[in-house]
Nanobody
Framework: QLQLVESGGGSVQPGGSLRLSCAAS????????IGWFRQAPGKEREGVSC????????YYVESVKGRFTISRDNAKNTVYLQMNNLKPEDTAVYYC?????????????????WGQGTQVTVSS
């Protein structure tokens, strides 16, 4: 069974950090670009970051540039999203997704497999 499982969410104060993990089972991530998306209450799902399968090309939405870092460890079949200097507007459910494309893409319609999501809450 193909599955993506996110972990690492939680509640932090503004300025805090979290590292999200996205672990795959039933398939290897080596040949898939991976994306992180988020959805806040009442808002549409938004692409946050993505990373290509092999050459490490990354993209970020403007609002997280300089604060978030996406990385992958193909040996562990896991992709990470390091989130620093978190802001209340980062509060959302975060999802990881895998696409059949090797090139990184921020379009959710390009993604075939999705995790169940992990809640991130930034509040004082």
């Amino acid at each position: 069974q193909l599955q993506l499982v996110e972990s690492g969410g939680g509640s932090v104060q503004p300025g805090g950090s979290l590292r999200l993990s996205c672990a795959a089972s039933g398939f290897t991530l080596d040949y898939h670009a991976i994306g992180w998306f988020r959805q806040a209450p009442g808002k549409e799902r938004e692409g946050v970051s993505c990373i290509s399968s092999t050459d490490g090309i990354t993209y970020y939405v403007e609002s997280v540039k300089g604060r978030f870092t996406i990385s992958r460890d193909n040996a562990k079949n896991t992709v990470y999203l390091q989130m620093n200097n978190l802001k209340p507007e980062d509060t959302a459910v975060y999802y990881c997704a895998a696409t059949a494309f090797r090139e990184a893409t921020m379009y959710s319609a390009d993604y075939d497999y999705w995790g169940q999501g992990t809640q991130v809450t930034v509040s004082s």
